[in-house]
């Protein structure tokens, strides 16, 4: 099955290879061992046709207009010959753990068009704005001949950043009179962002005019104290999702952002960083999952959860104890699986 998908994926005309990217993705989220396993062949099959798109995250609080603005820059992208694929992340609910998943429905233009694809998928519970398998399905869009992709985040404050740790470039969308020039300095998101949109500008110029000061002050300070970026400075810009006004200067900003990175040799190493943390984060994922299924730890974990419920027994000391019940006798597949050989 993996080696079939892996075929129509890279070979695949138009339709078969959108069946199979969707089918691609579909088996890399499943949580069964075995489609687990040849999620892993899959990967590892396409891995040598990945990494030649630039792969462009966008963050921004609910009603910022994410979606419009992907949809504008779509267009224009493959107006200028190039293929989109948008992989697009909706909150899960805490209740139901159900979600909408209605991204496709904003880009009404976008989603039908033969040189797009996007991929909705639910957050799951999964903390920083992405899904659990966003960077997998990203490898299966950059094989399938995709030159951009770009990652749109759940709705975010200032805490969920993962999508930085995923892509080449991020982008922050900010809506004008979203806050005082405390507000902008504030740190989290923005000092990731390595450029910053300010949406909506038609609607009150004077108000996108001050954010856009506020919020280029506060970049320069935080750049003093933040990451080296090298020779990119990060800036901020005004445009008009809707009214598709300045799409045109935000591509030629990020055309400018990925030459200088490019050359600088920070855009290959940053790649590398990257797929390390996803390495050691599939690890934490698979310890996490071993000490759930351990034995001595499921018989353990009803008496010490009820002494924690109770109060006659401080968590902090419970979880040494399940720590140091927990014998893993096998290794799990990263981010869950079946148990590997026995050592």
Known sequence: MAHALAEQV?????????????????????TRPDHRAQGDQLLTQLLPHTG????????????????????????????????????????????????????KTRMEQLSVHEKAYIRPSPSGGTLGGVAEKTREAMLVCEAAGYDVVIVETVGVGQSETAV??????????????????????????????????????????????RAQAQITSALRLLTQQGRDRGRWQPQVLQLSALKAVGVDAFWATV??????????????????????????????????????????????????TGAVEAGRLPASTAARRLLGAFRPDGAVAAGGGAAGPET
């Not at 994922?285 to 499921?298: S, T």
């Open 164 to 209: 930085a740790g995923m892509t080449d470039m991020f982008v922050l969308m900010q809506l004008p009179n979203a806050g005082d020039d405390l507000q902008a300095i504030k740190k989290g998101v923005m000092e990731l962002a390595d450029l910053v949109v300010i949406n909506k500008a038609d609607l009150d110029a004077d108000a996108a005019t």
């Open 52 to 103: 030649n798109s630039f792969r462009l995250g966008i963050s921004g609080v609910p009603g910022v207009g994410k979606s419009t603005f992907i949809e504008a820059l779509g267009l224009f992208l493959i107006g200028q010959g190039h293929r989109v694929a948008v992989l697009t992340i909706d909150p899960s609910s805490s209740v139901s753990g159900g979600s909408i998943l209605g991204d």
């Open 255 to 304: 055309c400018r952002f990925r030459e200088l990175q490019s050359a600088d040799g920070r855009l290959p190493a940053r790649r590398r960083q990257q797929a390390l943390a996803w390495m050691w984060e599939r690890i934490e994922a698979g310890l996490k999952q071993a000490f759930r299924q351990d034995p001595a730890v499921r018989d353990l974990l009803p008496e010490l």
């Open 10 to 30: 890279l070979h695949g005309a138009a339709v078969p290879q959108r069946r199979a990217i969707a089918k691609s993705i579909t088996l890399l989220e499943s």
